[in-house]
């Protein structure tokens, strides 16, 4: 069956250091990951998306993410963090028949 | 292009009463799936359909639950006899079948429905 596990349900930074959050994720077949961003009371936005092209996704508002087939890993990271980045981040990964899997979501927070 | 839409985005229900949330899907899409976020949890799967037809139910609680995607008007999520477990975040998307963009969903506001 396949999973996605977000290490961290919390990480916090200074502004301007850099992001790092984990995702790795279980599939049997090559797999399509999507990272998503939710801000409090609303919906999910798309960040970028691995769909075995390549490796190394960039995505909106200066975040990107590397797919590391030998690790299952799908690691989001952004070089330099904004007060704005504060939100709750899913990975995803998509099943065979559209249906998305989440993880439990990990909390940004950014110190000033 | 106007976003995925949902209403109402709060909705407040006694226990036994039926709640009723409405999905319209992004112009020139016609797949929705609907997604429940329980408080401290991730999104969780209940139901994918086409126009008229379901396509998986895998995540559906076996009762209580129904979800309708009619030729004509929103896709429909019913919740019967709600009780206070049923409190929790509504998420709607949808995506199309042009090339190879069917994997991308777009996601609605949500519905947050509290059972009092």
């Known amino acids: 069956a396949q999973s996605v596990t977000q290490l961290g349900s919390h990480v916090s930074v200074s502004e301007g250091a850099l992001v790092l959050l984990r995702c790795n994720y279980s599939s049997s077949v090559p797999p399509y990951l999507f990272w998503y961003v939710q801000y409090p009371n609303q919906g999910l936005q798309l960040l970028l998306k691995?769909?075995?092209?390549?490796?190394l996704v960039k995505g909106i508002n200066g975040f990107e993410a590397e797919f590391k087939k030998s690790e299952t890993s799908f690691h989001l990271t952004k070089p330099s963090a904004h007060m704005s980045d504060a939100a709750e981040y899913f990975c995803a990964v998509r099943l065979y028949g559209n249906k998305l899997v989440f993880g439990a979501g990990t909390i940004l927070r950014v110190k000033s | 292009n106007a976003g995925v839409m949902q209403n109402p985005r709060h909705l407040v229900r006694r226990r036994g009463q039926e709640a009723r949330l409405r999905c319209s899907p992004m112009k020139g899409h016609s797949h929705v799936y609907w997604y429940r976020q329980l408080p401290e949890e991730g999104l969780k799967f209940m139901v994918y359909l086409q126009k008229e037809n379901i396509i998986d139910e895998s995540g559906m609680p076996k009762e209580r639950f129904s979800a309708e995607f009619p030729k004509e008007g929103p896709s429909i999520l019913r919740i019967q006899q709600v009780v206070r477990g049923d409190s929790a975040a509504y998420f709607c998307?949808?995506?199309?079948?042009?090339?190879?963009?069917?994997?991308?969903?777009?996601f609605g506001p949500g519905t947050r429905l509290t059972v009092t």
């Open positions: 998307a949808s995506s199309d079948t042009s090339g190879g963009n069917s994997y991308e969903q777009y």
């Open positions: 691995y769909t075995s092209a390549a490796t």
